[in-house]
Structure formats: structure tokens, C-alpha cells
């Protein structure tokens, strides 16, 4: 087991405020992933991290920010919350021979 | 083409049948392809991985086409716990890049 959690499981907030999803890491793993999750779309990158304090972006980055301040722990905030974010979302590790997941975040923008 | 492309599914079979699910790619540089498996509202896990002209797994055989930019999952004696959505996955930008998921196939195994 990788050892990777997510908080919280589901969150509901309302449009125009800020959230922020943790993921955490008991492993040591120097890259993590944040992906969103949606219907009739793949899993899409927001973000990533190779390390302590370096973050790049990923394909849908827009409206998220991302900080790395130790090892275990990759944040993904939402500075201003919108409907268009309510999705799924799953951090994950990469192990070399692929990547472990979370078991997710389900987040309801309303 | 787009990056990665799958059967759209869903397949419908019973128990014991042997399914087959295609995907195909487009970038010629990828070196290394996966195939996950994901559970309703649950997240994705590492099935299989594909490195070379294919790799066998028990029931479950991945063969890679790299001239035809095609990998496909066998799935022989299908189980009622095979039930789930198959992604398959390519990564870009070497071993620790960007994984690039197709949209699934939905695989339901009646009794």
C-alpha cells in the first residue's frame, strides 16, 4: 500500500469561495499528481509536483493554485470556487511503474 | 487523432465469455502504456503494465502494436467481479511525465 490519503472525502461549498483539498503521502515519493475526474472526460492533470516547492502545471490548470511545502503533502486550493468545478478529484504518486491514487475528493460547487 | 482513444463500450457479456477492448494512441514516443482498472466511485488502480510486444497476467493479456499506435486487454473466462470501467493509459514526457487517460470502456459481466 502506498500510503496515500485525501481530505476530505466530499465537501460541498458554495460558488465564489475558497477551498483547498490535501493530499498526503507516507512514502516519500517525489512526484504527485492532482487529476480531475469528470463524465465523458479522462482523468485531466491540474498540477503537479517534483518536489519541495516545485509545482508545474497541467493541462486544465486554470482556477486552481497548488503548494508543496514538505515532502508528504500536496495542496490543491481553489481560490474562488465555480460551478464548473464541481468534479472529482484524485492525487496521486508515481511509483516508476505507474501511478498509485487516492481514493478521491467528490467536491459540489453550488 | 486524439491522444488516446478507446472502444466506447459499454460491452455486455455473461460469465465466462472473453472480451477484448481496443485503444489506440498518438504519440509515437511512448515507450511504456498501462492499462487501469476503475471501480464505480472508486479510484483508478494499475492493472497491467505493457513495455514491450505485450505482457500476460493470468486471465488477462495486454498486447502492444507499436507500429499501428494500438494496445489492446484480453480478458478470458470473465468473472462477475471484472465488472468495471478499463482505462487505458499512455504517458508523455518519459517515466515520471504527464499519464494521458482515455475515457474508459465500461465492461459488465452478467451472470
Known amino acids: 500500500d502506498a500510503g496515500i490519503t485525501q481530505s476530505p472525502r466530499h465537501k460541498v461549498t458554495e460558488t465564489g469561495t475558497p477551498v483547498t483539498l490535501r493530499c498526503h503521502q507516507t512514502e516519500n515519493h517525489r512526484y504527485m499528481y492532482w487529476y480531475r475526474q469528470d463524465p465523458g472526460h479522462g482523468l485531466r492533470l491540474i498540477h503537479y509536483?517534483?518536489?519541495?516547492?516545485?509545482?508545474d502545471k497541467g493541462e486544465v490548470s486554470d482556477g486552481y493554485s497548488v503548494s508543496r511545502s514538505k515532502t508528504e503533502d500536496f495542496l490543491l486550493t481553489l481560490e474562488s470556487a465555480t460551478s464548473s468545478q464541481t468534479s472529482v478529484y484524485f492525487c496521486?504518486?508515481?511509483?516508476?511503474?505507474?501511478?498509485?491514487f487516492g481514493s478521491g475528493t467528490r467536491l459540489t460547487v453550488v | 487523432r486524439k491522444e488516446v482513444e478507446q472502444d466506447p463500450g459499454p460491452f455486455n457479456v455473461p460469465e465466462g465469455a472473453t472480451v477484448a477492448f481496443n485503444c489506440t494512441y498518438s504519440n509515437s514516443a511512448s515507450q511504456s502504456f498501462f492499462w487501469y482498472r476503475q471501480d464505480c466511485r472508486k479510484e483508478p488502480k494499475l492493472l497491467m503494465s505493457?513495455?514491450?510486444s505485450g505482457n500476460e497476467d493470468g486471465r488477462f493479456t495486454a498486447q502492444l502494436n507499436r507500429a499501428s499506435q494500438y494496445i489492446s486487454l484480453l480478458i478470458r473466462d470473465s468473472k462477475l467481479s471484472d465488472s468495471a470501467t478499463y482505462l487505458c493509459v499512455v504517458p508523455i514526457g518519459g517515466s515520471q511525465g504527464n499519464l494521458i487517460f482515455g475515457k474508459g470502456t465500461k465492461l459488465s459481466v452478467k451472470p
Open positions: 505493457v513495455y514491450s
Open positions: 496521486a504518486i508515481s511509483e516508476g511503474r505507474g501511478y498509485t
Open positions: 509536483s517534483y518536489g519541495v516547492k516545485d509545482t
